[in-house]
């Protein structure tokens, strides 16, 4: 991302019905988001963390983020997050094609070994984006989030990359 993208990103970012599906809400000042622009920038120098924006082709409006966030460098693991902060771009499979561009990058370039990821149980768009992707339910931290009075399963999925190279190959 470039700083100027943070307009189109404030359009959208404090809104409930995006905040609700992220593990630590953050609503945050439009300072704060021209903020995080330049941490990924240097986490991804580091090598901590590999975030990017993600673009329609048309017409290269910016609607959502993807990250890569590395876990260990000796078993070559990282997690995986997104957002589609643009709701009108929820449900035309945006996030699976960036979700599958994301884990190609990680296993072809970066050597990654596995992936994870965490997502709640009532976020059934995304769960059913993640599997078609390839991930698998690894497990759940049961009831361990709260939201409008009740109580939510965190669900554990992951992609190792032969997983994900036996899928692309049709197996
Ligand atoms: C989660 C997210 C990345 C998914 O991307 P997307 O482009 O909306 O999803 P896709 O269109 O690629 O795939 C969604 C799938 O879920 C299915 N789906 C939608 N609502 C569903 C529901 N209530 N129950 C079951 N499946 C559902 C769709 O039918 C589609 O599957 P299909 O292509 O087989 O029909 C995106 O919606 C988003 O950013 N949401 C807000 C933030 C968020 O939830 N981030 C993830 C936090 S873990």
Known sequence: MELSDVDELMKHWNKPELQQFRSRPRIASRDEEISWIRDTWERRRKGEAYIFGIFLKENELYIGNIELRIISNIVQRASTGIGIFNPDYWGQGLGTEATELI???????????????????????????????GFVETGRKR???????????IVLMDISAQEFASKNRGE
């Open 103 to 133: 884990l190609d990058y990680g296993f072809s370039s970066l050597n990654l070994h596995s992936i994870e990821l965490e997502v709640f149980s009532f976020n059934k768009r995304a769960i059913a984006c993640y599997k078609k992707v």
């Open 143 to 153: 009831e361990a989030h709260f939201m409008g009075g009740k109580y939510y399963d």
